[in-house]
């Protein structure tokens, strides 16, 4: 039985850091891959996987965190401009792997799937505090859960809450035999008694797939879709292991307070099948909607990456596909795709990718020595217009409810733009009562900037109880018509001031390209990676192996290598890599 004594150590083994004696990043960076990243404090942070430069540099692993400064502006769609990005030497301690994941509490950020015991698993866990620049290898109450192999699943985080959540396993047979099912969650609302859990109770077996933090029910749920369903045999791999691509209509919820996972079956636009996507969440000004946004993947058995943009729109777990405007990388074929780049979503505004891989054809042509401004570092989505920006503003402005979104699911009558979505379930209804209340429940955005706050779940529908009494009636000034003109009042200035509020929303917005959608909308009714990532002890160093595996990833001067389609690549990796490589 486990103790349920709770105890914690944390050591600083790096002194402090002043970013102004960092030394800047060498030149332009022209491509990233297999990064994780994370917003904290007005600052886009990442670390870990391979970078090009355009002074010709490569690496694998860099042992930099670089970051971002989301209070100014500066150009996408293109290389990271060496002005614009700032580094941070990581120290020896710290070894950096791939992708994994960060979490994130107050100014710390936490390094998932990243030790100073590689390839170890342990109960510690690596941060960096961003206000005093040091690093830390903290201890973390729950278990030996910091798996260097576990680095193929996906994350979110609260960052009201100090919550972080990690599902997928790496795959199984990876690294020394570790194959760990289930969510982590991660505790670090207080940072001198960190705690995380990993709870496999009808936990869904994914990799790769897209995970999504929504504010609703007593402490928020997860959505994950997509990906791959770990425990699928096919003939085309070896010993029948492994490998299958998830129906993108089946949505998984977990609901936070109960630790319970639903599944719900989504209607709409369905997008193809697909791993290594990724997601940013929206909120509609009223939260009475949330939309989803989800971009690039690949599909390892079509041998196809993807360029487009999906909404997943909840509560009504529809999907619709986006015509986006301005996406220079769609120009460049009919079969172009981006897949594995690092997602992050500013004011829930700004969708950054940062990084991943890009194929024309059967072919990746970024990566390795090779830049070229046509296959960007760092791109921006608005996920108000779905217009590709060729500039990060920092003021672009509050988040709106798109056109598409609103004609689907319903809007304030003369503003739908602010929200009022009419639609408050799947089409059908949920298949579970209890569902039904976990999304009725909106939770309360904080009224102070601190990131710790109680969070009070609130109805998303009004109820009232009548008001009876026995007591004898008597003459008495005539209340209702008082009472009637007062909401009339009220009403008709809501109506006005609303009205005024659009009005001005609509003229600020700026002329970043036309909303656009496959299909026209009538307005809705009320209805109802074994090592999925190469293994990362060998920090990067692929090799050559035979034509019975899956396609190898990259020589060991960091050189992408050749890619071909099932089943006759010319190089092969070994099961499960499953990345496009």
Not at 468 to 482: A, E, R, V
């Amino acid at each position: 039985m486990r103790s349920s004594f709770t105890w914690h150590f944390s050591l600083v083994l790096f002194p402090v850091i002043c970013r102004s004696t960092v030394p800047a990043a060498t030149g332009d960076m022209c491509f990233a891959d297999d990064v994780r990243a994370t917003i904290l404090n007005d600052v886009l942070y990442f670390m870990g996987g391979t970078y090009s430069f355009v002074n010709g540099d490569t690496t694998s692993n860099e042992k930099f965190l670089y970051y971002l400064n989301l209070t100014t502006s500066f150009p996408v769609e293109g290389y990271i401009p060496v002005n614009s990005l700032h580094s941070i030497p990581v120290p020896s301690f710290v070894e950096s792997t791939n992708q994994g994941a960060f979490f994130t509490s107050g100014d710390i950020l936490y390094s998932y799937s990243t030790g100073s015991a590689f390839p170890n698993a342990t109960d510690t866990i690596i941060s960096y505090n961003t206000v005093t620049d040091t690093w830390s290898n903290s201890k973390v109450s729950g278990g030996a859960f910091n798996i260097a192999g576990r680095n193929g699943g996906f994350t979110t985080t609260n960052l009201d809450t100090g919550m972080g959540f990690y599902l997928g396993t790496g795959s199984p047979g990876d690294q020394n035999g570790w194959n760990l099912q289930g969510l982590l969650v991660f505790n670090g609302s207080d940072s001198n008694a960190l705690k995380w859990a990993n709870q496999t109770d009808n936990a869904p077996n994914i990799d790769t797939g897209s995970m999504a933090y929504i504010p609703l029910s007593k402490e928020g749920v997860l959505l994950a879709f997509g990906g791959v369903d770990t425990t699928a045999t096919s003939d085309l791999f070896q010993n029948s292991c492994c490998y299958g691509t998830r129906d993108m209509s089946i949505i998984n919820v977990y609901d936070i307070a109960t630790n319970t996972w639903y599944s719900v079956t989504a209607s709409g636009q369905i997008p193809p099948q697909r791993e290594l996507a990724c997601s940013v969440v929206s909120a509609s000004p009223d939260s009475s909607s949330f939309q989803v946004t989800m971009y690039q993947g690949w599909n390892l058995l079509k041998g196809q990456a993807f360029e487009d943009v999906y909404v997943l729109t909840i509560p009504s777990f529809r999907w619709i596909k986006i015509s986006d405007t301005g996406n220079t990388e769609q120009e460049l074929g009919q079969i172009t795709g981006r897949f594995g780049g690092a997602c992050s979503i500013w004011n829930d505004r700004q969708m950054i990718v940062v990084g991943g891989g890009f194929r024309i054809g059967d072919t990746q042509v970024n990566g390795g020595t090779s830049c070229n401004t046509s296959y960007p570092a760092i791109r921006v989505l608005d996920t108000s217009t779905y217009a590709w920006q060729t500039q990060f503003q920092s003021d672009l402005g509050a988040y709106e409810v798109p056109e598409p979104m609103y004609n689907l699911i319903g809007g304030n009558l003369f503003c739908s733009a602010s929200g009022g979505a009419t639609a408050t379930g799947p089409v059908g209804g949920f298949n579970n009562t209890d569902l039904n209340k976990i999304f009725a429940l909106t939770i309360k955005s904080p009224t102070s900037t601190s990131n710790t706050h109680s969070s009070t779940p609130t109805s998303a529908t009004n109820s009232s109880s009548p008001n009876s009494s026995n007591s004898p009636t008597h003459k008495s000034t005539p209340i209702g018509p008082i009472v009637g003109g007062i909401i009339g009042g009220i009403a008709f200035l809501a109506f006005v001031c609303g009205g005024i509020w659009c009005l001005n929303r609509h003229r600020r917005r700026p002329d970043s390209g036309t909303i656009s959608s496959t299909n026209t909308y009538k307005k809705a009714e009320l209805d109802g990676i074994g090592e999925y990532r190469k293994t990362v002890g060998e920090m990067g160093v692929g090799k050559d192996v035979e034509r019975s595996e899956l396609p190898g990833r990259e020589n060991g001067a960091g050189q992408a290598l050749g890619r071909g389609e099932l089943p006759g690549q010319e190089l092969v990796y070994e099961l499960p890599d499953r990345r496009p490589y």
